[in-house]
C-alpha cells in the first residue's frame, strides 16, 4: 500500500459511540484505532445453496489482521452511516455484490478487544457468485464448507482474524449455522 494510501485510511472518519451504541463523537480511523476507542462495524457472511461460506483472505496490506481469513466482507462505519447503509456499501466495495436491500441482520456483538473495540452487527447473505474482489482489500476468497471452517480455526487459530473468530464461534454456540 503505498504511503498516500495509507495516510487517506488513517484520515477516515468514524463515528465514537458509548456503551449504548449511541454516538457520542467523531474521531479518525488511526485514532480510534490507537486509542481503543468504541465504534461500529459489520460483517457480512455470504453462503451459496450448497450452505458454504465464502470467506476473504485478508490483504498483507490491511492494518488490522493483515493476511488472516475473515468474513465475506466487513468494514468500518463512516461517520454518520447506518449499519444497513454500510453493509450494502462493503458488498459493493470489497466483493462487487449489489444488492438493492440490506442483508437479513443476524448477531449484534458488543465492542471487545477481539472485535477491536468495535460493535458489530452481522448479516447473512444468500449468494452465488462469482465475486469481483478489490484488490487493496482482499488477497484471495473461497467457498468453505461450515465444519471445515471451525476445524481450520481449530488447528490454525492465527490465520483468523480475531474478530471473525469470536463471530464465528458465536454462531455455532447459538446453533445458526447448522
Request: proline share 4%; charged share 30%; net charge negative.
Amino acid at each position: 500500500m503505498s504511503d498516500e494510501v495509507k495516510a487517506q485510511r488513517d484520515d477516515e472518519v468514524f463515528d465514537v459511540v458509548n456503551a449504548e451504541d449511541e454516538v457520542i463523537g467523531q474521531a479518525t480511523r488511526k485514532a480510534v484505532h490507537t486509542q481503543g476507542l468504541w465504534h461500529r462495524a459489520i460483517h457480512v457472511l455470504v453462503f451459496n445453496r450448497a450452505g458454504e461460506v465464502f470467506l476473504q483472505k485478508r490483504s498483507m496490506a490491511k492494518d488490522m489482521a493483515p493476511g488472516c481469513w475473515d468474513s465475506s466482507c466487513s468494514g468500518h462505519l463512516d461517520a454518520g452511516e447506518d449499519y444497513d447503509v454500510a453493509a450494502v456499501r462493503e458488498l459493493e466495495e470489497e466483493i462487487g455484490v449489489t444488492v438493492s436491500f440490506p442483508p437479513k441482520r443476524w448477531i449484534y456483538e458488543r465492542p471487545s478487544e477481539a472485535t477491536g473495540w468495535e460493535f458489530v452487527w452481522v448479516y447473512h447473505l444468500e449468494h452465488e457468485g462469482p465475486f469481483e474482489l478489490h484488490p487493496a482489500e482482499i488477497d484471495e476468497g473461497r467457498w468453505w464448507g461450515v465444519g471445515e471452517v471451525s476445524a481450520a480455526i481449530e488447528a490454525e487459530p492465527e490465520a483468523f482474524a480475531p474478530a471473525f473468530r469470536l463471530l464465528w464461534w458465536r454462531l455455532v454456540g447459538e446453533g445458526k449455522l447448522g
